[in-house]
């Protein structure tokens, strides 16, 4: 299985989008600042996920999540 998910720091006030195949191991990488953009911070939450089956239709939604503009992600993560 394979995940987007997004983050949200609130000391930065910003969302983060990516894919992985590891949730819990992902989340951590980016706690310990092993990603130049997260590692801005260190108050990141996991505040949504969505599984696929293949890695490309991960990817093609994690592209689309990130051409999303603010008021479009909250709705997302409202559901």
Known sequence: MFYVYILYSESLNV?????????????ESHLLGKSDFTSKAKDWKLVYTMDFETK????VEEKRLKKLNRASIEKIIAK
């Open 15 to 27: 969302y983060y989008k990516g894919f992985t195949s590891n949730v819990e191991g992902r989340l």
């Open 56 to 59: 490309r239709l991960a990817l």
